[in-house]
C-alpha cells in the first residue's frame, strides 16, 4: 500500500513563507520514477494544481497563481517533494494535497495522477 504523508503547514501571516513536505512510502512505490504534484483546496471550491515535478526533478510547471512564488523540488533518496512557499497572500490558503503521477509529466502539461495524500491546512492572515 501506498501512503503519501504531508507536513508543514501551519499559520502564517501574509508575506510570509512556509515550506512543505511530503513523503512517500510502499513497498511497491518507485518514487523517483514518478512525477509528483502539489494541489491546494478551499471549501466549497474544486482541487486545484498548483504545482508539478518531474521524476528526477529537472523539470517543472506551476500555476500562474502561484508561478514566481512557490517552488516545487524532490529529494529521491528520501522519498520526498517539497514545496516552498514565498511570498503567502491570503488567497493561498487552503489545504494542501500531494499526489503521485501514475504516468505524465510537466513538460507535456498532463500527468495522470495515482495516488493522493490526507492533506495539511495552510492558512494566511492578512
Known amino acids: 500500500q501506498v501512503q503519501l504523508v504531508e507536513s508543514g503547514g501551519g499559520m502564517v501571516q501574509a508575506g510570509g513563507s512556509l515550506r512543505l513536505s511530503c513523503t512517500g512510502s510502499?513497498?511497491?512505490?518507485?518514487?523517483?520514477?514518478?512525477?509528483m504534484g502539489w494541489f491546494r483546496q478551499v471549501p466549497g471550491k474544486a482541487r486545484e494544481f498548483a504545482a508539478a515535478?518531474?521524476?528526477?526533478?529537472?523539470?517543472?510547471s506551476y500555476a500562474d497563481s502561484v508561478k514566481g512564488r512557490f517552488t516545487i523540488s524532490r529529494n529521491n533518496a528520501e522519498n520526498t517533494v517539497y514545496l516552498q512557499m514565498d511570498s503567502l497572500e491570503s488567497e493561498d490558503t487552503a489545504v494542501y494535497y500531494c499526489?503521485?503521477?501514475?504516468?505524465?509529466?510537466?513538460?507535456?502539461?498532463?500527468?495522470?495522477?495515482?495516488?493522493w495524500g490526507q492533506g495539511t491546512q495552510v492558512t494566511v492572515s492578512s
Open positions: 499526489a503521485s503521477g501514475r504516468t505524465g509529466d510537466p513538460r507535456t502539461g498532463y500527468i495522470d495522477y495515482e495516488y
Open positions: 510502499g513497498r511497491t512505490f518507485a518514487f523517483s520514477t514518478v512525477a
Open positions: 515535478i518531474s521524476w528526477g526533478g529537472r523539470f517543472t
